[in-house]
């Protein structure tokens, strides 16, 4: 079985500028999960989908972050514009529904400069 | 509010030793599931073992093992016969079931192996 895929593995950009992250979660998974990790720290949350409707986003800065999932299946992860402090590893997870175990991708690690 | 605690930022355990890793939590949801995972060098975060807050035996798989205890609000996971590939980032995760099912993730454990 296929793990979650995510891409680029890493990304270096200047303030300002945009970015996307892209997520394949394992199939069949129907809730998919976007996480920051910033360096010394646990993930934190950023959004949850259940297919391709959204059930938290309480903590997505809305301002610069968004994401879509839109079939239901892979997501994209967008910041615009970039800061300094979007420095981090953003984790992609799926799991089959909301009450079972997440599974993790290899993340993408993002340098803003 | 929910919020997991992990208060031992490293960890050295002899090779096939056992080592205890510690998390407390605090929620106000009756109902919550604990989780624990395992974050090698490379990043990914590797599901290990799950406890649900009713629960009556402490969950095990292989050789790691939940010490779960409740009204302690405490929820430790122990390794067995530890070996070198053991050596990693290891986070307690909780969710409340019935404040949204978000996940909070403690801050993390840095275990390391000695030969």
């Known amino acids: 079985e296929a793990g979650v895929a995510q891409s680029p593995r890493y990304k270096i950009i200047e303030k300002r500028q945009s970015v996307a992250f892209w997520c394949n979660p394992i199939?069949?998974?129907?809730?998919l999960y976007w996480y920051q990790q910033i360096l010394g720290q646990g993930p934190k949350l950023l959004i949850q989908f259940q297919n391709n409707g959204v059930v938290d986003d309480s903590q997505l800065p809305k301002d610069r972050f968004s994401a879509e999932r839109l079939k239901g299946v892979d997501s994209t992860l967008k910041i615009q514009p970039a800061k300094l402090e979007d420095s981090a590893v953003y984790l992609c997870?799926?799991?089959?529904?909301?009450?079972?175990?997440?599974?993790f991708g290899p993340g993408t690690r993002l340098t803003v400069t | 509010a929910q919020k997991i605690t992990q208060t031992q930022p490293g960890m050295f355990v002899q090779e096939k030793e056992a080592v205890t890793l510690d998390c407390t939590y605090d929620?106000?949801?009756?109902?919550?599931?604990l989780f624990w995972y395992k974050q090698p060098s490379s990043g990914e975060m590797i599901f290990l073992i799950y406890q649900g807050s009713y629960d009556q035996q402490n969950a095990t798989e292989g050789r790691y093992s939940l010490n779960f205890q409740k009204a302690r609000k405490s929820a430790n996971l122990v390794i067995s016969a530890s070996q070198l590939g053991d050596s990693a980032m290891y986070f307690c995760?909780?969710?409340?079931?019935?404040?949204?099912?978000?996940?909070?993730f403690g801050t993390g454990t840095s275990l390391t192996v000695i030969p």
């Open positions: 997870a799926s799991s089959i529904s909301r009450d079972y175990e997440q599974y």
């Open positions: 995760a909780m969710r409340g079931l019935n404040t949204g099912n978000q996940f909070y």
């Open positions: 199939s069949g998974h129907a809730t």
């Open positions: 929620t106000s949801d009756p109902s919550y599931g």
